[in-house]
């Protein structure tokens, strides 16, 4: 399992990786985000029949459930999470100092 933070340009800000098949502690995180954020929730086991329900994205405001399955991309808006298809990549164009040559 993995939950990564992007910034809108690609840039990860947070990146966690949780091996399901060894013993884990306990933990807990705070991870600050904001607007044009964007967050991934992976979990290979999710589309199992058995483990469907396992991987749950949870609404604190109003107690609602999404189920994750494999995986899940959100941005982070103004409103909400709002689901998306994928996360931005970084390309070469993203920076202050380049150079050309001709």
């Known amino acids: 399992a993995s939950i990564k933070v992007q910034n809108s340009s690609g840039s990860v800000l947070y990146n966690k990786e949780i091996m399901g098949n060894r013993q884990q502690n306990a933990e807990t995180q705070t991870v600050p985000v904001k607007v044009g954020d964007y967050l991934e929730f ?7 029949a058995k483990e469907k329900t396992r991987a749950t994205l949870t609404n604190l405001e109003n107690n609602k459930n999404e189920t994750i399955g494999k995986s899940a991309r959100y941005e982070v808006t103004k409103e909400g999470l709002k689901k998306v298809e994928k996360m931005p990549e970084t390309t070469i164009l993203d920076g202050k100092q380049f150079a050309w040559s001709l």
């Open 42 to 48: 992976t979990h290979i086991e999710g589309e199992a």
